[in-house]
């Protein structure tokens, strides 16, 4: 059996019904819990835990990734080209994003059609 969205094949057991469709864990899990850049209160919450504490939001090693090579690039990077490069599943590399974007460390622009993520 696969997975009805990636196509990854899968035991039965693994996978689960969402709307019709049969989907791997990962697949189940963002069509649950889609991660979103645009989210007020996680922005919100992000500066708020910075001015009470005095400190700088920590970020993780693919966050700095994401940062380090968005640096090289300045015009900005499509997703799956970031995800190639860092060879890490689109999936994970939109979570990542999405927390980068709370923490105002990048956005999203379009430039030709195309979606580009940027520096802030």
């Keep these: 059996m696969q997975c009805d969205k990636c196509n990854q094949p899968a035991k039965k057991e693994d996978l689960h019904k969402h709307n019709g469709s049969l989907l791997c864990e990962e697949c189940y899990m963002d069509a649950l819990s889609p991660a979103r850049n645009c989210d007020p ?40 080209v970031i995800a190639e490069a860092l060879e890490i599943a689109v999936f994970d590399l939109k979570r990542e994003i999405a927390t980068l974007h709370h923490l105002e460390k990048v956005k999203h622009r379009n430039k030709d059609g195309k979606v580009l993520v940027t520096l802030w």
Aim: glycine letters at 10%; aromatic letters at 4%; a positive charge.
């Design 41 to 80: 209160w996680a922005s919100r919450s992000a500066k708020i835990f910075v001015r009470e504490t005095g400190s700088i939001a920590a970020i993780n090693e693919t966050q700095a990734k994401i940062l380090g090579l968005l640096k090289r690039n300045n015009g900005g990077m499509e997703v799956p």
